[in-house]
């Protein structure tokens, strides 16, 4: 799950054993046409928006749709793609868009896939998000831990187990929910259970609920332009098999980088799960709760939508609109503050 970063991309150069698709993306919808509307997605997981300024719509069922302005594309497993559940878009500097799915990752130059699995050596075929760092590192985060593109080879990325006091889901314990870079080029490492890990290039420090974390189960990492560590957390007690004892905390957190700062006299932002948080282009901050909407945070004040459906992505694009994904399609904030359903017939404006 996820939230969408623009990076500075590096050329990767890849020779593995892979397999590799040509093929033509077919329309299958076009807003223009008056044909039944129906949603991007039922659960819109990605949203990415490219050099060119073509939009990308990662979708757990339907593969991945591009509208270019003019017309929505999807392109599916039928094309190429080894799996339909999309789950992170990113673009390097050569113009390829590289693909998160279920079942691998795959490179697509605009004519050809190039599909890689376990087979190559990633560490998991079930990703969970990409990020290209400042160094042209390709770091790629999946269910079963990190691995990073180093060249022509995929290597297996260690992160370090923090002692943690929470129940650990067995499921989730090595899912790395988020990877990004701040200010000072360290990476950080969310984790389902594990919280957060940063990496400076030599050695790791971790941040738990022993530091005044609210939840060990970290689902978003971002930085804001002051330099600060916004931390998304879920409920870890909903992981109890005792349905009667699935709540406690979570919710969102600031770190300075010396204490860590909670919002509980907002609603949604404690004792709840904060999934996605978008830090965009005009410094305002996106923070996605699952039952009070979706704030927006902007000199000190948290302004709340009122969005149907739990929102997992975030874009605000080059005309300033702000698109998100959500389980239940997607959704867009005009320029008046309205939330409005966009189906395969729009509107796009």
């Known amino acids: 799950m996820k939230t969408i970063l623009l990076a500075l991309w590096t050329v990767i150069a890849v020779s593995c054993n892979t397999q590799r698709t040509k093929t033509v993306p077919v329309v299958i919808e076009s807003p223009t046409e008056k044909l039944k509307p129906s949603q991007i997605g039922e659960y819109v997981v990605d949203i990415f928006q490219d050099s060119k300024d073509n939009l990308w719509f990662g979708t757990l069922?339907?593969?991945?749709?591009?509208?270019?302005?003019?017309?929505?594309?999807y392109l599916t497993t039928s094309d190429g793609l080894p799996s339909n559940r999309i789950v992170d878009v990113i673009e390097d500097n050569l113009g390829n868009l590289w693909f998160g799915t279920g079942s691998g990752l795959s490179k697509f130059d605009g004519v050809t896939y190039t599909n890689y699995s376990e087979k190559d050596g990633l560490c998991s075929d079930m990703i969970s998000n990409l990020f290209i760092d400042s160094k042209g590192i390709f770091w790629i985060g999946t269910w079963?831990?990190?691995?990073?593109?180093?060249?022509?080879?995929?290597?297996?990325?260690?992160?370090?187990?923090?002692?943690?006091?929470?129940?650990?889901?067995?499921?989730?314990?090595?899912?790395?929910?988020t990877i990004t870079e701040d200010s000072d080029?360290?990476?950080?490492?969310?984790?389902?259970?594990?919280?957060?890990?940063?990496?400076?290039?030599?050695?790791?420090?971790?941040?738990?609920?022993?530091?005044?974390?609210?939840?060990?189960?970290?689902?978003?990492?971002i930085e804001d332009d002051k330099g600060n560590i916004w931390i998304g957390t879920r409920v870890a007690e909903k992981d109890n098999p005792d349905a009667t004892n699935r709540s406690g905390e979570g919710g969102l957190n600031k770190y300075d980088g010396t204490e860590i700062t909670h919002f509980s006299a907002i609603s949604g932002l404690s004792q709840n799960d904060v999934?996605?948080?978008?830090?965009?282009?005009?410094?305002?901050?996106?923070?996605?709760?699952?039952?009070?909407?979706?704030?927006?945070?902007?000199?000190?004040?948290?302004?709340?939508?009122?969005?149907?459906?739990?929102?997992m992505a975030f874009l605000k694009d080059n005309r300033g609109n702000i698109w998100l994904g959500c389980a239940g399609g997607l959704y867009q904030?005009?320029?008046?503050?309205?939330?409005?359903?966009?189906?395969?017939?729009?509107?796009?404006?």
């Open 61 to 73: 069922e339907k593969g991945v749709a591009k509208y270019d302005g003019n017309k929505l594309v």
């Open 144 to 177: 079963g831990g990190v691995c990073k593109l180093n060249g022509s080879n995929f290597e297996k990325f260690a992160i370090p187990y923090p002692d943690i006091e929470t129940m650990i889901n067995p499921d989730t314990k090595d899912w790395v929910t």
């Open 185 to 221: 080029g360290s990476i950080w490492f969310g984790r389902d259970g594990y919280a957060a890990s940063r990496y400076d290039g030599k050695s790791f420090t971790h941040l738990t609920t022993k530091d005044g974390l609210n939840s060990n189960n970290v689902q978003s990492i």
């Open 275 to 311: 999934y996605g948080i978008y830090h965009d282009y005009s410094k305002d901050i996106w923070i996605s709760t699952i039952s009070n909407g979706v704030y927006k945070y902007n000199n000190n004040n948290f302004i709340n939508y009122n969005v149907p459906h739990p929102v």
């Open 333 to 349: 904030i005009t320029a008046d503050g309205e939330v409005i359903n966009v189906k395969t017939n729009g509107p796009w404006n």
